[in-house]
Structures are given as structure tokens and as C-alpha cells.
């Protein structure tokens, strides 16, 4: 079974600073997709960013990149520039490439507070 | 506008007495799922459903159904709710299974069994 491990269950940066959440994975699948979700308090879970582990070069969303490691199992969260509105909680999630089901499997999260 | 729909978004109830969240999406999504939400756990999977009439169990199935009628409806029900069922619920959907097909999330609903 797959399993997602985010080891910081809490973080805070300064505002237009950059902050990095790590995340590492254990799968013995060479095929998957990898996201990073935001939940902000309003509790809406909101797609950041993803990857797809065939594809080596990094995904980017404007402030948000992730570092993705394949052969460590990593896929760290940098957001550059913080912001205010970044305070949230970010869960790292997996999913197996085919998948019959689906199944996102999720890290614990890590509550991130963007301080002014 | 594309969204998922659930509710209530808040529900206090007691312990055995049966209720149902229920879940719309307009995306015309085949695949839906039901998570929940515990701290220092993350999301885990309750049921999903590749379609209408197919469901299936998730990591923690016990003490919920599921009925999939409609593409659009996937409610969950509680037939006899504990205390242990007290958790944040999400409904999620995506086009279809497989491929690179992020899931959509609902805004949750927050349950509390006494």
C-alpha cells in the first residue's frame, strides 16, 4: 500500500519570504501522480499543483514548484513570495497511475501561517 | 458554474440515529468518492463509485452506504451513527478513473455524533 509522509505538522514563514513543505512517499509503483492540495479555514480543498512521475522536469504554478525526486521518494512544496492568504493547511496526496479507483491517499497535512 | 455540492455543512446529531449528507456535482463526473477528515491523519476514502449502480468500499467503509441512482447524486449515509463517526466529510469527483484527472472537492461537511 501506498503511503504519504508529511513530517512537519506545522510551519510559518514571513510574509514574501519562501517557504518550502516536504513530503516523501513510499510506493513501489513506477507509474503515479503526485498534488499538492490547500485548505484553507473556509475548508475548501483547492488543487495547487500537480506532477506526473514519468515527467522530470518540475511542475510550477506561478509562486508554487515543487522539487520532485523520484528516486527519494520526495516531492517538496516551495512557495516563493509568501502571501497572506497562503495561511492554510497543505496535503500531499498520491495517486497510483492506472488506478481503478482513484484513490487519493493523503499525507496528515502541514498547517502553514503566513505571518505580516 | 462547476461545482460539487454538499450538505448540511454542519450537523449535531446523537448516537444511532440515522442520517444522510448528501453530494450533487454538475460536471456530468463519472467517478465519485466519499473521504474523511481526521487530524493527524490526513483525507482517507470511505466509498467510491465509477459509475451509476457501481460502488465500492474504500480504506474505511465500516458503519457507511452509499447509493450511486443518479451520476449526479452520491449520498452517504449513516444508518446508525457513533461517537467514533464524529469527522470532517468530503465528497469528491472527477471526470473518470485512471488518468490525470485531479479530483474536484465539495466544501465539506463537519458532523458531530453525541
Known amino acids: 500500500a501506498q503511503t504519504v509522509t508529511q513530517s512537519q505538522p506545522e510551519m510559518s514563514v514571513q510574509e514574501a519570504e519562501t517557504v518550502t513543505l516536504s513530503c516523501t512517499y513510499d510506493?513501489?509503483?513506477?507509474?503515479?501522480?503526485l498534488f499538492w492540495y490547500k485548505q484553507p479555514p473556509s475548508r475548501q480543498m483547492i488543487l495547487v499543483i500537480r506532477?506526473?512521475?514519468?515527467?522530470?522536469q518540475n511542475a510550477t504554478e506561478n509562486r508554487f514548484s515543487v522539487n520532485f525526486q523520484k528516486a527519494a521518494k520526495s516531492f517538496s512544496l516551495k512557495i516563493s513570495d509568501s502571501q497572506l492568504g497562503d495561511t492554510a493547511m497543505y496535503f500531499c496526496?498520491?495517486?497510483?497511475?492506472?488506478?481503478?479507483?482513484?484513490?487519493?491517499?493523503f499525507g496528515a497535512g502541514t498547517r502553514l501561517t503566513v505571518k505580516p | 458554474e462547476a461545482q460539487v455540492t454538499q450538505n448540511p455543512r454542519y450537523l449535531i446529531t446523537v448516537t444511532g440515529k440515522k442520517l444522510t449528507v448528501t453530494c450533487s456535482q454538475n460536471?456530468?463526473?463519472?467517478?465519485m468518492s466519499w473521504y474523511r477528515q481526521d487530524p493527524g491523519l490526513g483525507l482517507r476514502q470511505i466509498y467510491y463509485?465509477?459509475?451509476?449502480?457501481?460502488?465500492d468500499k474504500g480504506d474505511v467503509p465500516e458503519g457507511y452506504k452509499v447509493s450511486r441512482k443518479e451520476k449526479r447524486n452520491f449520498p452517504l449515509i449513516l444508518e446508525s451513527p457513533s461517537p467514533n463517526q464524529t469527522s470532517l466529510y468530503f465528497c469528491?469527483?472527477?471526470?473518470?478513473?485512471?488518468?490525470?484527472?485531479?479530483?474536484?472537492f465539495g466544501d465539506g461537511t463537519r458532523l458531530s455524533i453525541l
Open positions: 469528491a469527483s472527477s471526470i473518470r478513473q485512471g488518468g490525470n484527472q485531479p479530483q474536484h
Open positions: 510506493t513501489s509503483e513506477s507509474n503515479y501522480y
Open positions: 506532477q506526473e512521475a514519468y515527467k522530470q
Open positions: 496526496a498520491f495517486m497510483k497511475r492506472p488506478d481503478n479507483n482513484n484513490d487519493m491517499r
Open positions: 460536471m456530468n463526473h463519472e467517478y
Open positions: 463509485s465509477m459509475n451509476v449502480e457501481v460502488t
